[in-house]
């Protein structure tokens, strides 16, 4: 099995191989980064898993779609998962399924016209996966403000790289939020958990975990809830293998995002970020564990199920050397502006420190933002950020 992923995004699934769930697989997966297929003459038949749409480049993806298509064009004994020419960006994503009726909030372009938003919104990046860059912004004097402190030179971001996103209170009055994150391999849906937090930004350093919480999140990951939804949004999206991020309001699931290269098995090692399971209690271990438990397990059996041997002679791959070049330029563009925007984060953190204002009420480190902040919008639809 091959899976071809951006480099620097390769961890998702090179600790996968890395860690007991997956260890077992690790001379079954191959990673193979999209910047090395201009080097590759031949690609071996099998499986091939095409990932990481969301923060690849124009020309990446056309390197992509290329490659893709010249491995339909060859016949047997190939399994393809991820057409990168299907792809659709999160905000054609997001506006399909509000036309269809699936999702009651919607998201706009940043420099797109913005009159008919219904507040309060907040902002965050187009394709990447950063969560929200804002608080809950209640006007348009507000979203302005934001988009102009956004797009200075002090932060970094390109205002057609921003997507205003309407928010959807899914506490259902509660106070606790929650996403739930299920995993498509082929033709098998695998659920992994539940993440329930009391901010709106609902990350997993903030969840809760108590018995209440990790006994809904084992329930989930054994159970078949929002089945026809997760087969009928896969579908509408065209992923093969990804994960669906969503929360329910008023008992309607409501997608939040799709993530074709989803972390799996956890990040790399911190020293300043405990294994989760440290953080249970030792008597609510058992229920936290045996949902992961049971994740671990279909997802190796929904891999192995893909998995084709590679049987037959190679394919002869042939890639157009202008893509190839503005591939490697718009990579090169877009990996200093991720290290220039780290820099400008650690920058921001260090002042903070040094005057005393720190980092405990960001939901994001672009800018102070309160997650805690009063959520009770009535009837407005709008939409929370994962």
Same mark, same amino acid.
């Given at each position: 099995?091959?899976?071809?992923?951006?480099?620097?995004?390769?961890?998702?699934?090179?600790?996968?191989?890395?860690?007991?769930?997956?260890?077992?697989?690790?001379?079954?997966?191959?990673?193979?980064p $999209?910047?090395?297929?201009?080097?590759?003459?031949?690609?071996?038949?099998?499986?091939?898993?095409?990932?990481?749409?969301?923060?690849s480049?124009?020309?990446?993806?056309?390197?992509?779609?290329?490659? $893709?298509?010249?491995? !339909?064009?060859?016949?047997?004994?190939?399994?393809?998962?991820?057409?990168?020419?299907?792809?659709?960006?999160?905000?054609?994503?997001?506006?399909?399924?509000?036309?269809?009726?699936?999702?009651?909030?919607?998201?706009?372009?940043?420099?797109?016209?913005?009159?008919?938003?219904?507040?309060?919104v907040?902002?965050?990046?187009?394709?990447?996966?950063t969560?929200?860059?804002?608080?809950?912004?209640?006007?348009?004097?507000?979203?302005?403000?934001?988009?102009?402190?956004?797009?200075?030179?002090?932060?970094?971001?390109?205002?057609?790289?921003?997507?205003?996103?309407?928010?959807? *209170?899914?506490?259902?009055?509660?106070?606790?939020?929650?996403?739930?994150?299920? $995993?498509?391999?082929?033709?098998?849906?695998?659920?992994?958990?539940?993440?329930?937090? *009391?901010?709106? !930004?609902?990350?997993?350093?903030?969840?809760?975990?108590?018995?209440?919480?990790?006994?809904?999140?084992?329930?989930?990951?054994?159970? %078949?809830?929002?089945?026809a939804?997760?087969?009928?949004?896969?579908?509408?999206?065209?992923?093969? $293998?990804?994960?669906?991020?969503?929360?329910?309001?008023?008992?309607?699931?409501?997608?939040?995002?799709?993530?074709?290269?989803?972390?799996?098995?956890?990040?790399?090692?911190?020293?300043?970020?405990?294994?989760?399971?440290?953080?249970?209690?030792?008597?609510?271990?058992?229920?936290?564990?045996a949902?992961? %438990?049971?994740?671990?397990?279909?997802?190796?059996?929904?891999?192995?199920?893909?998995?084709?041997?590679?049987?037959?002679?190679? !394919?002869?791959?042939?890639?157009?050397?202008?893509d190839?070049?503005?591939?490697?330029?718009q990579?090169? !563009?877009? *990996?200093?502006?991720?290290?220039?925007?780290?820099r400008?984060?650690?920058?921001?953190?260090?002042?903070?420190?040094?005057?005393g204002?720190?980092?405990?009420?960001?939901v994001?480190?672009?800018?102070?933002?309160?997650?805690?902040?009063?959520?009770?919008?009535?009837?407005?639809?709008?939409?929370?950020?994962?």
């Amino acid at each position: 099995m091959f899976y071809l992923v951006n480099a620097h995004y390769a961890a998702t699934m090179s600790v996968y191989r890395t860690r007991q769930a997956g260890a077992a697989r690790a001379d079954q997966i191959h990673i193979l980064p $999209y910047e090395q297929l201009p080097q590759q003459s031949r690609l071996s038949r099998g499986t091939w898993v095409f990932s990481d749409f969301e923060v690849s480049t124009e020309a990446g993806l056309c390197v992509a779609a290329s490659t $893709y298509n010249q491995l !339909v064009a060859a016949g047997p004994g190939l399994r393809l998962l991820n057409d990168p020419g299907a792809f659709q960006p999160r905000r054609q994503l997001l506006e399909r399924l509000h036309a269809d009726g699936l999702n009651r909030y919607r998201a706009f372009a940043a420099n797109g016209p913005l009159g008919d938003v219904r507040f309060p919104v907040f902002v965050r990046e187009e394709n990447a996966h950063t969560g929200s860059l804002t608080p809950l912004l209640h006007s348009p004097r507000d979203l302005r403000r934001a988009l102009r402190r956004l797009t200075s030179p002090l932060t970094g971001f390109e205002l057609h790289h921003l997507l205003v996103t309407e928010f959807c *209170d899914t506490s259902n009055g509660t106070g606790v939020f929650r996403t739930y994150g299920a $995993y498509r391999v082929g033709d098998r849906i695998i659920r992994k958990g539940v993440i329930s937090s *009391d901010l709106w !930004v609902t990350k997993s350093r903030h969840r809760i975990l108590d018995e209440q919480a990790l006994r809904l999140e084992r329930d989930y990951a054994l159970g %078949d809830e929002h089945e026809a939804w997760l087969q009928r949004v896969f579908k509408l999206s065209g992923v093969e $293998y990804g994960r669906v991020d969503y929360g329910v309001h008023d008992g309607r699931p409501q997608l939040w995002e799709i993530n074709t290269n989803p972390t799996v098995s956890g990040r790399k090692a911190r020293s300043d970020r405990p294994p989760l399971r440290l953080k249970i209690a030792a008597s609510l271990r058992p229920l936290f564990e045996a949902g992961r %438990d049971r994740f671990h397990a279909h997802f190796g059996a929904a891999l192995d199920a893909i998995d084709l041997p590679a049987d037959g002679p190679p !394919v002869e791959l042939r890639l157009d050397p202008e893509d190839v070049r503005a591939m490697r330029s718009q990579r090169t !563009v877009a *990996d200093r502006r991720r290290r220039n925007r780290r820099r400008l984060q650690r920058a921001r953190t260090a002042v903070r420190q040094l005057t005393g204002r720190g980092r405990s009420n960001e939901v994001n480190h672009w800018r102070i933002v309160d997650p805690r902040q009063p959520t009770s919008v009535g009837d407005t639809p709008s939409s929370s950020a994962t």
